[in-house]
């Protein structure tokens, strides 16, 4: 009678666990990646973008001081980045951006002064950038009254730049500020979306008042902490402050001062295409 062996071979199960084992890791480092490490990479750019933005602003804010110091009416066009994009092959999420023209009536400068006849009324118009990001914090950029100002969502205005104010102390003590009012055109004044936008400006026209016997500046605005902050920095402790949840209040603690102000219009067009 012949004898048989019968032989068993694990040879290809162990094949299907090692390959079962090699797709568990993969996934574990994808999850680890997607998890942890993508939404740090997305913060991280987001953020960028802020910084970005910033700087967009702050050469806006050129354009237009070069604008009213040449008072030329050549049209100067600008970019801000709107938002940024999502990473491929990954899922994350998108951050948009608008922006706009702030022309409020609760927004304004007002300059008392002793002489009878009542006080000068400035209007205080914005340029303002408002981020919806995903994974950075949301913030708000404002280029109001020739200064640049950034604001989280639930924190206090910090003036990024200061406007165009200067003392003169020689004999008596002049208060110089030049205040750009930006005048915006009728369905180019905002727009939304995660692209680049163009912004057009040109000067239009200008004028100055000087002040005397100045008793007080007061602000309407929605960033009173960033005013307060930038005339702290200028004045010191030479003057009073009073803020408010939408205003700052300036007096003079000594004899009244004068204030000459240089105040121009810039025409503001938002996204593509011209209007004259």
Known sequence: MKRRRFCT????VAGVIEALLLVALVAIVISTIQLIYIPQIMEQREA???????????????????QAITQSDVPITSMITL?????????????????????????YISIDYAI????????????????????????????????????????????RADPSISVDTIGDIDIHLKLPILVDTPGKNSTQG????FIRTNYSEGDSD????????????QYPNAWNESFYNLLGDEVN???????????????PLNIIIEY???????GPGWIK
Request: aromatic share 14%; with cysteine.
């Open 9 to 12: 071979h694990h040879f290809a």
């Open 48 to 66: 960028e973008h802020m910084d970005q933005v910033s700087n967009q602003l702050s050469t806006l804010k050129a354009m237009m001081d070069m």
């Open 83 to 107: 938002g940024s994009r999502e990473l491929p092959y990954f899922i994350t999420a998108r951050s948009f951006g608008e922006i706009s023209i702030q022309n409020l009536d609760d927004s």
């Open 116 to 159: 009878p006849g009542g006080p000068f009324y400035y209007e205080l118009t914005s340029l303002r950038f408002k981020s919806y990001n995903a994974y950075f914090v949301d913030q708000i950029y404002a280029l109001e009254g020739g200064s640049i100002i950034v604001k989280q969502e639930n924190g206090q205005s910090v003036m």
């Open 194 to 197: 995660l692209g680049k936008c």
């Open 210 to 221: 000087s002040i005397g016997n100045v008793n007080s500046i007061y602000i309407a605005t």
């Open 241 to 255: 402050y009073e803020k408010g949840e939408d205003y700052v209040e300036i007096t003079w603690k000594s004899d």
């Open 264 to 270: 121009y219009y810039i025409k503001v067009q938002i």
